[in-house]
């Protein structure tokens, strides 16, 4: 019986690594549970704040969850990383670095990178704490099509990395188009 249980075990690993990107992960620090899904933000107001580039959140909304990576630009439209990070120090700071395409002045393509440190939410285990970011496209310059980069650190190791593909909103004619090879 012990042996059934554990070539179950070993099938579903392997199944998960085949259907599941994997997040990249750092010695010693690894995701458990992890999932990257397309959200979309349903209902909800905007508040003042200063704890965000805009110097707004939303509060009182619910999070719908479409699965994979694909995220059209489209206000409300989003993207989530969730991951339980095994064996980090409670309390102990992460960095997060998100990475997305922005169009200059000259409407060119480039990068804007925002980062910052953060620690990560506990649990009543000492052995595991949550990593969730949420990120809701809310006005123009976010909109633009291309690769999004999610990335979470502990002192320069990576822990886990993830990316989404922002494309046009097909309900929008007038969406910034995607570079076409």
């Given amino acids: 019986m012990k042996l059934n249980r554990m070539m179950v075990a070993v099938c579903v690993g392997l199944l998960q690594s085949v259907l599941f990107p994997a997040a990249h992960a750092a010695p010693g620090y690894f995701p458990g549970s992890y999932y990257a899904a397309h959200v979309i933000r349903d209902g909800g107001k905007l508040v ?5 580039e805009s110097g707004y959140h939303w509060e009182d909304y619910k999070v719908l969850r479409v699965e994979g990576n694909r995220v059209p630009a489209r206000r409300g439209h989003g993207l989530e990383v969730y991951a339980d990070i095994y064996g980090m120090p409670v309390g102990e700071q992460v960095g997060l670095r998100v990475v997305r395409p922005v ?19 506990e649990t009543d285990s000492n052995e595991v704490q949550v990593f969730n970011y949420i990120y809701f496209l809310d006005y123009p310059q976010e909109m633009v099509p291309g690769k999004w980069i999610i990335e979470l ?12 593909d922002v494309v046009p909103d097909p309900a929008s004619p007038e969406q910034v188009k995607e570079d076409t090879p």
């Fill in 48 to 52: 003042a704040t200063d704890r965000t």
């Fill in 153 to 164: 650190t502990h002192r320069d190791t990576l822990i886990l990395r993830q990316t989404f």
């Fill in 103 to 121: 169009l200059d002045a000259n409407g060119e393509k480039s990068a804007h990178v925002m980062r910052r440190s953060q620690p990560l939410q």
